[in-house]
């Protein structure tokens, strides 16, 4: 919106002219009105180069003399320079308001100037190029499903929330304390589809008003969330840091056509909001230019005595839970057999449909984690049959403090083993015992699982 500077008589005017540009000796009783300047004359005289390496935004005018420019920048920033400059940390479009004044006023119009910043500034990995035909979101539109605001788990009034040119801005009032305590739907507006067997590269940057230890991501299918999950992961952010969520080379496993994304903000701060913004999908094989991050590696050795794991192995020093809940109805637990030598097998004789409808879960004794730790997890899954299946690490009492990257799904293919790994994530907090919570919900009947070859160490570049 455009500010307009009105004045009630030519003294007043020329107070503010005065205030904006510092003269004082000068006389400007003889102001005239009719000679105060058209700002179109100038319009050409106004100029904005982005340095797109540094974000740095450069406003100049140059070639008239007879006038002085005033820049408004966001509305609410001005500047009379014929030369300055703005930082910008976040990708986007920008516009600036243009006017031009002389010793008569200043002008009634303005002019508005656009610009493009291509890049959020980052200190780690920015994501895949968001502008390019290959991005399978670009130009999107995004409308709100639904949100689920229950702080204490009591449903209060839904957050407030934004949805801008490929960005969403959600603001919560009221803190809550748990995963899933404030939910956020949004559909995306015709969506090209993801296609199964088909596999993907993404990313998507959050920026917290505070520290949220437990943002949820997942991409599904609006009409079947729960059982058609393209992607999920769990987000650490601190205040204002920007954070790059990416995956590449992500197999979908089925076909996808009604697009959502849900945030869960569950554990947020008071009178806090997240910004989410380039959004990316696309074909792993279209190369869009984009450099990868290095990825932490990790040397996994099973009977190496760095392996925390080992001695719960050896001393089966942990006790076993289950949730077998097909449709959610809880029948008989199956039951995990030990070879005695880290090898395990379950039977899962009737088939779930959901996730978290097969759980198995070891709950250690005495095995104890820190905060501020680097950890690499490695597990080994084989199936007698295709599966969705989940190796959460996570505090035994609680579900939110978790190793980072091990709440998502991988796909395990028949009679294949798949090895699932983690490396160099941290809890959130100290832990005086963790558990390691398997599932395996959406298995058909009979379903043969057989888990081997579990590493949990401190993480040694």
């Given at each position: 919106?455009n500010?307009?500077?009105?004045?009630?008589?030519?003294?007043?005017?020329?107070?503010?002219?005065?205030?904006?540009?510092?003269c004082?000796?000068e006389?400007?009783?003889?102001a005239?009105?009719?000679?105060i300047?058209?700002?179109?004359?100038?319009?050409?005289?106004?100029?904005?180069?982005?340095?797109?390496?540094?974000?740095?935004?450069?406003?100049?005018f140059?070639?008239?003399?007879?006038?002085?420019?005033?820049?408004?920048?966001?509305?609410?920033?001005?500047?009379?320079?014929?030369?300055?400059?703005?930082y910008?940390?976040?990708?986007?479009?920008?516009?600036?308001?243009c006017?031009?004044?002389?010793?008569?006023?200043?002008?009634?119009?303005?002019?508005?100037?656009?610009?493009?910043?291509?890049?959020?500034?980052?200190?780690?990995?920015?994501?895949?190029?968001?502008?390019?035909?290959?991005?399978?979101?670009r130009?999107v539109?995004?409308?709100?499903?639904?949100?689920?605001?229950?702080?204490?788990?009591?449903?209060?009034?839904?957050?407030?929330?934004?949805?801008?040119?490929?960005?969403?801005?959600?603001?919560?009032p009221?803190?809550?304390?748990?995963?899933?305590?404030?939910?956020c739907f949004?559909?995306?507006?015709?969506?090209k589809?993801?296609k199964a067997?088909?596999s993907?590269?993404?990313?998507?940057?959050?920026?917290?008003?505070?520290?949220?230890?437990?943002?949820?991501?997942?991409?599904?299918?609006?009409?079947?969330?729960n059982n058609?999950?393209f992607?999920?992961?769990?987000?650490?952010?601190?205040?204002?840091?920007?954070?790059?969520?990416?995956?590449?080379?992500q197999?979908a496993?089925?076909?996808?056509?009604?697009?959502?994304?849900?945030?869960?903000l569950?554990?947020?701060?008071?009178?806090?909001?997240?910004?989410?913004?380039?959004?990316?999908i696309?074909?792993?094989?279209?190369?869009?230019?984009?450099?990868?991050?290095?990825?932490?590696?990790?040397?996994?050795?099973?009977?190496?005595?760095?392996?925390?794991w080992l001695?719960?192995?050896?001393n089966?020093?942990?006790?076993?839970?289950?949730?077998?809940?097909?449709?959610?109805?809880q029948?008989?637990?199956?039951?995990?057999i030990?070879?005695?030598?880290g090898?395990?097998?379950?039977?899962?004789?009737?088939?779930t449909?959901?996730?978290?409808?097969?759980?198995?879960?070891?709950?250690?004794?005495?095995?104890?984690?820190?905060?501020?730790?680097d950890?690499?997890?490695?597990?080994?899954?084989e199936?007698s049959?295709?599966v969705?299946a989940?190796a959460?690490f996570?505090?035994?009492?609680?579900?939110?403090?978790?190793?980072?990257?091990?709440?998502?799904?991988?796909?395990?293919?028949?009679?294949?083993?798949t090895?699932?790994?983690?490396?160099?994530?941290?809890?959130s907090?100290?832990a005086t015992?963790?558990?390691l919570?398997?599932?395996?919900?959406?298995?058909?009947?009979?379903?043969?699982i057989?888990?081997?070859?579990?590493?949990?160490?401190?993480?040694?570049?």
């Amino acid at each position: 919106m455009n500010k307009i500077f009105h004045y009630i008589s030519s003294s007043l005017m020329v107070l503010g002219v005065l205030a904006l540009t510092a003269c004082s000796p000068e006389d400007y009783s003889n102001a005239d009105a009719n000679r105060i300047p058209n700002v179109t004359d100038y319009a050409d005289n106004f100029t904005i180069t982005v340095d797109q390496t540094t974000n740095v935004a450069t406003f100049a005018f140059k070639g008239a003399q007879s006038v002085q420019p005033i820049w408004i920048i966001n509305g609410d920033t001005y500047s009379t320079e014929f030369s300055t400059t703005k930082y910008y940390r976040k990708a986007g479009n920008y516009n600036v308001e243009c006017k031009v004044m002389n010793a008569n006023g200043i002008s009634d119009g303005s002019i508005t100037k656009t610009f493009t910043v291509d890049h959020t500034i980052m200190n780690g990995f920015a994501g895949f190029k968001t502008d390019t035909d290959y991005n399978l979101l670009r130009n999107v539109e995004f409308v709100l499903n639904r949100f689920w605001y229950a702080p204490g788990w009591n449903q209060i009034a839904d957050p407030g929330y934004s949805i801008g040119s490929g960005e969403i801005t959600i603001n919560t009032p009221v803190a809550t304390t748990d995963q899933w305590q404030a939910q956020c739907f949004f559909n995306v507006v015709s969506p090209k589809p993801i296609k199964a067997g088909t596999s993907y590269d993404g990313s998507v940057i959050f920026t917290s008003t505070a520290n949220h230890p437990h943002v949820t991501l997942k991409i599904c299918s609006a009409a079947d969330e729960n059982n058609t999950l393209f992607y999920k992961d769990g987000i650490a952010l601190q205040a204002d840091e920007p954070l790059c969520v990416w995956f590449s080379d992500q197999v979908a496993g089925q076909d996808i056509n009604d697009l959502m994304f849900i945030f869960d903000l569950g554990g947020n701060a008071d009178n806090s909001s997240i910004v989410i913004e380039s959004f990316v999908i696309k074909n792993h094989a279209d190369d869009d230019g984009t450099v990868l991050p290095e990825v932490p590696k990790a040397k996994y050795e099973y009977d190496n005595p760095a392996n925390l794991w080992l001695p719960v192995d050896n001393n089966q020093s942990y006790t076993m839970s289950y949730y077998y809940a097909p449709g959610w109805a809880q029948i008989d637990n199956p039951e995990l057999i030990n070879d005695g030598n880290g090898n395990y097998s379950v039977t899962l004789p009737s088939a779930t449909w959901e996730r978290w409808q097969a759980q198995v879960t070891m709950v250690t004794n005495d095995l104890s984690v820190k905060a501020g730790v680097d950890y690499d997890f490695s597990v080994t899954i084989e199936s007698s049959a295709p599966v969705t299946a989940t190796a959460k690490f996570t505090q035994a009492d609680d579900d939110n403090n978790f190793l980072p990257g091990t709440d998502g799904t991988f796909a395990v293919e028949a009679d294949a083993p798949t090895t699932f790994q983690v490396a160099k994530a941290q809890f959130s907090a100290d832990a005086t015992n963790v558990k390691l919570v398997f599932d395996f919900g959406g298995n058909p009947d009979n379903t043969k699982i057989k888990i081997s070859q579990i590493i949990f160490q401190q993480h040694r570049d």
